[in-house]
């Protein structure tokens, strides 16, 4: 079973530029999540798709962040304009309709802000 | 949301039993309790989850105490590759989940 694909796993761009970030979940996996980790702290829920519609993105900066999940399948995650403190990894992961809680995580994607 | 308290950090050796305690005061009666294993560089992976009692899998074993206002994560045997960061989780689907920093747990040789 392939797991949760992410793309790029690196990118460097200068403060106030955007950037993009895809998430391609596990097939079938109803329930989508993305999480931004800084470096030394657990990864902190940015926002969570049931299929189409959000379920919980009271912690995304919506005034530069936003996210959509196409279809119901693959996600994007995207910063605009970034900042420096949003130098981070940011993590996508999957979870079946019927799963209490159980996430499966992709590799990430380093991001680094100048 | 229930919160969760974990040690920053343990060491251990290789070999050795290591169990790994997580405070959980204000669990609701639906959350239940998962553990995940975090390496350098890559995504948090599901190591175990538990309702009440005793869990056990090919790579772990999860005990619950009745008031399930802990739980303690503990793995046998850990080998250098166990070295990472272990992450404890309390909720329902999900949607009151929360990481938090997680114990760092060094094995040595």
């Known amino acids: 079973e392939a797991g949760v694909a992410q793309s790029p796993r690196y990118k460097i761009i200068e403060k106030r530029q955007s950037v993009a970030f895809w998430c391609n979940p596990i097939?079938?996996?109803?329930?989508l999540y993305w999480y931004q980790q800084i470096l030394g702290q657990g990864p902190k829920l940015l926002i969570q798709f049931q299929n189409n519609g959000v379920v919980d993105d009271s912690q995304l900066p919506k005034d530069r962040f936003s996210a959509e999940r196409l279809k119901g399948v693959d996600s994007t995650l995207k910063i605009q304009p970034a900042k420096l403190e949003d130098s981070a990894v940011y993590l996508c992961?999957?979870?079946?309709?019927?799963?209490?809680?159980?996430?499966?995580f992709g590799p990430g994607t380093r991001l680094t802000v100048l | 949301l229930a919160k969760t308290t974990q040690p920053i950090s343990m060491d251990s050796y290789e070999g050795q039993e290591v169990n790994i305690t997580c405070s959980h005061n204000n669990i609701a009666t639906n959350d239940y309790i998962t553990w995940y294993q975090q390496f350098p560089s890559q995504g948090p992976r599901f190591i175990i989850q538990?309702?009440?009692t005793k869990v056990t899998n090919e790579v772990a074993s999860l005990f619950i105490p009745a008031d399930r206002k802990s739980s303690t994560l503990s793995l046998p045997r850990v080998s250098l590759s166990d070295t990472a960061v272990y992450y404890c989780?309390?909720?329902?689907?999900?949607?009151?989940?929360?990481f938090g920093a997680g114990t760092r747990l060094t094995v040595k040789p």
């Open positions: 538990g309702y009440k």
């Open positions: 989780l309390v909720g329902d689907m999900a949607n009151d989940m929360r």
């Open positions: 992961a999957s979870g079946p309709e019927d799963s209490t809680d159980t996430q499966y």
């Open positions: 097939s079938g996996h109803a329930t």
